[in-house]
């Protein structure tokens, strides 16, 4: 089937700079694309690379999209969605967006929610909202900030200074006091013997997990630090595919695997690791890079479709200064929703915000 692509780029600006342990960030840029069916149906997908995690860029993706002269798949099969995407010689974050398009043709052809059709397992997720690294006491006045506006969960950005780290769990929590969770995400800041040094001393204050301690790639650190731990150990940046799990599960090295739809090429490739995941008691979060409401919507949808997504980190799109979509999943206070309409949903574009690649 023969499917118009259209292609924009769009950049957003945080309300302030969002630091992690490998960097920092002032704005969102992605690629947006629009896919049209000769019979008027609209499908609506998202790239947001990570140069540090997927070794790509966003110059990278605009230049794969540009060589794709057509798009011949059949949008009514999510076998061969998968299939089409999963094998494309592109970027993966490409490969992501317009897997997502596809499905939410798929849906839309369907007359469905994508999150009914891939499982409807839930009506809606609790998202934490994160606080990048800042000295401990600013870190305990954001968190405070957030539990005031209505959030329950709190994800604080760790990872340069370990003795720091464990002062700003310590001042979070007396902050927000007892009630709110806390889940902590080092970015891969932390040596080995840090980390076992920092979970050590931050396990009394009711940490919920700690994400992506040590190195992607060091899987025997890894199982080391889940040995040593007393809190449940995510592991992000490690796994991308669904042989990344395999490789988590040989090593022992997980109790929780972050699902990004950028790292599973899409939401096909996030079913198989979240399937497998499953089949190995491991549960799954799932998180973002710096979508826009778009991409955060299509996250909401696989969310709330699978019973194994029991962590949501999806609040990228609350950190900028501005959307470039309205609609899409609703957010009020920490609880987001995708609602009943089909697809992905409907989506109205500020295009005022978006530059045309194609």
């Given amino acids: ?158 990872g340069l200074d370990p003795v720091k780290d464990v002062e700003r769990v310590r001042m979070v929590r007396d902050a927000v006091g007892e009630g709110v969770k806390i889940r902590v995400d080092a970015n891969q800041g932390w040596s080995v013997e840090d980390a076992i040094w920092v979970i050590d001393r931050i396990s009394s204050y009711d940490v919920e997990l700690v994400e992506q301690p040590t190195r992607w790639d060091d899987f025997e650190g890894l199982r080391k630090i889940r040995r040593e731990s007393s809190i449940p150990i995510a592991l992000d940046e490690s796994v991308k595919t669904p042989g990344d799990v395999l490789k988590a599960v040989e090593f022992e090295a997980a109790d929780i695997i972050n699902i990004k739809l950028m790292k599973t090429r899409g939401l096909t490739g996030a079913l198989r690791v979240a399937y497998i995941s499953e089949s190995a008691g491991i549960k799954n979060m799932i998180g973002c890079y710096g979508e826009t409401r778009l991409g955060i919507t299509a996250h909401v949808h696989l969310a709330q479709a699978l019973r194994n997504i029991f962590y949501y980190d999806l609040d990228c799109d609350l950190l900028t200064s501005q959307q470039a979509f309205y609609g899409g999943a609703s957010i009020e206070n920490g609880t987001r929703k995708a609602g009943e309409a089909a697809g992905l949903g409907e989506f109205s574009p500020d295009w005022g915000k978006f530059a045309r690649v194609i």
Avoid at 17 to 32: E, H, N
Avoid at 77 to 100: F, G, K, V
Avoid at 112 to 118: E, V
């Fill in 1 to 158: 089937m023969d499917l118009k692509l259209e292609a924009w780029l769009v950049e957003l600006p945080l309300v302030e700079p969002f630091r992690i342990s490998t960097g920092v960030a002032d704005k969102s840029r992605t690629l947006v694309i629009r896919l049209s069916t000769q019979d008027g149906l609209v499908g609506w997908g998202e790239a947001c690379p990570s140069k540090n995690v997927l070794g790509e860029t966003l110059d990278d993706v605009v230049e794969a999209v540009k060589r794709i002269k057509s798009l011949d798949v059949d949008y009514r099969s999510l076998e061969q969605i998968h299939e089409y995407t999963w094998t494309l010689d592109t970027p993966a974050s490409l490969r992501a967006a317009l897997n997502m398009a596809l499905v939410d043709l798929y849906g839309k052809y369907q007359s469905r929610p994508i999150w009914r059709l891939l499982g409807g397992y839930r009506e809606f997720i609790e998202t934490d909202i994160s606080i990048g690294l800042l000295e401990p006491e600013e870190q305990a006045k954001r968190a405070l900030r957030y539990v005031e506006k209505g959030f329950r969960i709190i994800k604080l950005k760790l």
